[in-house]
């Protein structure tokens, strides 16, 4: 069985900064793909950053320099260090694995940035 469970969304002030954590079970963690999407209330959901087997990365244009996506391997975890953060960063954040049958997903974590 598949399991994704996230954790560290949280409220918190604008120029803040968060750590978003995912910890995976039952996939081949180590040769799957990791993303960060987020969907915010009446809008379409995005891609936020996503980290493949080897690597590499790719950031949305509105959280490059900002937000830093990472993966441990050894103990099957994905982690988005989020900092600067801005109001239209609030969204429900999921995590996202790209398995050789399918893609995988979290139950969200509320992020939301607020004076």
């Known amino acids: 069985q598949v399991q994704l469970v996230e954790s560290g969304g949280g409220l918190v002030q604008p120029g803040g900064s968060l750590r978003l954590s995912c910890a995976t079970s039952?996939?081949?963690?180590?040769?799957?793909?990791m993303g960060w999407y987020r969907q915010a209330p009446g809008k379409q959901r995005e891609m936020v950053a996503r980290?493949?087997?080897?690597?590499?990365?790719n950031y949305a244009d509105s959280v490059k320099g900002r937000f830093t996506i990472s993966r441990d391997n050894a103990k099957n975890t994905v982690a988005l260090q989020m900092g600067s953060l801005k109001p239209e960063d609030t969204a429900l954040y999921y995590c996202n694995v790209e398995s050789l049958r399918r893609n995988y997903w979290g139950q969200g974590t509320q992020v939301s940035v607020s004076s």
């Open positions: 039952g996939i081949s963690f180590s040769i799957s793909a």
């Open positions: 980290i493949t087997a080897a690597g590499s990365t």
